[in-house]
């Protein structure tokens, strides 16, 4: 459980969140809302990679259990690294940074792989990845962290509909286990078919619920408006 | 052919300087440029040449307190250089990464405050400070270079991993806990030492050469890490050698010379390397 009380983020001078309470349960939620609505700063927030203005943010594992999907922009994709060593780093907590990964950890990336079908891509390098190929790529490395609590940032821009739905299916399964997945979309209709729950942001809380409540036509005008 | 080597390659080196100079380059050699490397996917080849000018001050600075021991201008050069390497930083952040005026205010600062200095004290070469001397390695100068790497080797091997997550994705590695900033701070850090450990050979104005050009031109060869890595000491290694021996037989300024050779290497590179060379794109775009 992720509890967000009153809750203000800033980026620069501007108030990108404003006074946001929300609980997060086990499950899926989505976070939607306009460009410029707060939704990716919000989740960088939970992950611990933007400071809180104001309010605070708590919950059980959410220093040490978290799998952080950024935006694939903020990955260096030109950089020298096979898919095999990037999906490597996934088992940073539990290897740390001068360990050699021990053998049960190439299985554990093995198995990644495998679960994201890009097996026989693993000695080539990430440059030469195509976009979906490099969506596969960061849930591998998600996988390999086996968090308890995943922040997906677009989870699914630029990648084609088979793609979308091989890693839907692995979100469905992280959902199954109990474990929490907060992902930044825009799709409603994708919305409303894979994510029970969803917070609508405008930079203030618009609403929070089961999704097919929050995304009604009511609301959508409003969110309209507020943008 | 064998009177060609014994007489071209190898008879040069019966020259104590030359030895010295060869070994001095040899471990310069092993480490400068991994970390040429680095510099480079992490889009700081700038960095590099703003730290080789901002050390001048402190070399300055240090043959003024302690004659020209190279000790203390070593120790002058690191101070300047660590001074500089947090300057950058702050002026990447107050800039949010459009650093590259603020930098070149910096590098040319520096320049004018150590060329200032060295010219008021009276038995300062001003030449040497910046365009070295790699065949007056003496001794001290050869075991402060080789410090220098075997410590800056010590210091990469140690930071590998973190460094090599912190370019490549520095928000993943906060997320895990992993604090950047302490792997920036040491990987500066250790450029900071080469670059202070290479200027008694190739000067403060050339100190970055030999970490450099072995690195842009091992882009051209590998699209693995450890393969780009391995060419660029291979250039490095092969640079010095060569370089000092065209010095030799050609009669040029031996710093000049080994940066030479490693700039042809680059050239060639860039020509007819597999990856991201002229000929690649010409296979791509016919």
């Known amino acids: ?45 939970i992950a611990g990679l933007h400071p809180v203005a104001s309010g605070s943010i708590t919950g059980a594992g959410l220093s040490e259990r978290i799998g952080f999907l950024p935006q694939s922009g903020e990955v260096d994709r030109r950089f020298p690294i096979t898919v095999r060593e990037f999906v490597g780093f996934g088992a940073w907590r539990r290897v740390g940074p001068q360990r050699r990964l021990p053998e049960a950890e190439y299985a554990r990336i093995a198995a990644s792989l495998t679960r994201l079908g890009i097996a026989d891509l693993a000695d080539r ?19 390999m962290q086996d968090a308890d609590i995943f922040l997906l940032d677009e989870p699914f821009t630029a990648v084609d509909s088979e793609t979308e739905d091989a890693l839907l299916d692995i979100i469905a399964t992280w959902g199954d286990q109990g474990r929490t997945v907060i992902a930044v979309l825009h799709d409603q209709d994708l919305i409303q078919e894979a994510f029970p729950n969803t917070l609508l942001l405008a930079r203030r809380m618009i609403a929070y619920g089961p999704s097919f409540d929050v995304l009604s036509a009511e609301n959508r005008r409003l969110i309209r408006h507020a943008a | 052919m064998m009177t060609l080597l014994q007489h071209g390659v190898l008879a040069p080196f019966a020259f104590g300087f030359l030895r010295r100079a060869l070994a001095g380059c040899l471990a310069l050699s092993l480490v400068a440029p991994p970390l040429g490397v680095f510099l480079t996917l992490r889009r700081m080849s700038l960095t590099a040449d703003v730290l080789q000018h901002g050390i001048l001050p402190g070399v300055a600075v240090g043959a003024i307190l302690g004659g020209l021991s190279i000790w203390w201008m070593g120790v002058g050069g690191l101070i300047a250089g660590l001074i500089v390497a947090l300057l950058a930083a702050l002026i990447t952040r107050a800039t949010n990464g459009r650093e590259d005026s603020g930098f070149a205010g910096v590098y ?27 065949l007056a390695v003496d001794d001290d100068a050869l075991r402060l270079m080789a410090g220098i790497s075997s410590l800056a080797l010590f210091g990469l091997a140690f930071i590998w991993r973190g460094l090599v997550l912190e370019s490549l994705d520095a928000g993943f590695l906060r997320a895990q806990g992993g604090m950047g900033g302490i792997w920036h701070a040491g990987f500066m850090a250790l450029v900071v030492l080469c670059v202070v450990g290479g200027f008694e050979a190739l000067g403060t104005l050339m100190s970055v050469g030999l970490m450099m050009l072995p690195a842009i031109a091992s882009r051209h060869w590998s699209q693995r890490l450890s393969g780009q890595v391995g060419v660029a000491v291979l250039i490095a290694l092969i640079s010095s050698c060569a370089g000092l021996l065209l010095s030799f037989h050609a009669n040029l300024p031996a710093g000049p010379a080994i940066l030479l050779v490693a700039g042809a290497v680059w050239i060639a590179s860039l020509l007819l390397g597999p990856e991201e060379s002229l000929r690649a794109r010409s296979r791509i775009f016919p």
Do not use: C, Y
């Open chain 1, 1 to 45: 459980m992720i509890r967000l009380d009153h809750v203000s983020l800033r980026q620069g001078a501007l108030l990108a969140v404003e006074d946001v309470s929300v609980t997060f349960e086990p499950g899926l939620v989505a976070v939607a809302g306009p460009n410029g609505a707060g939704k990716t700063t919000l989740l960088r927030a």
């Open chain 1, 125 to 143: 390098p990430i440059a030469r990845l195509s976009a979906g190929q490099f969506q596969r790529l960061m849930f591998a490395r998600l996988l």
């Open chain 2, 108 to 134: 040319l600062l520096a320049l004018a405050i150590g060329v200032t200095l060295a010219t008021r004290e009276r038995g300062l070469d001003l030449t040497h400070l910046l365009f070295g001397s790699v």
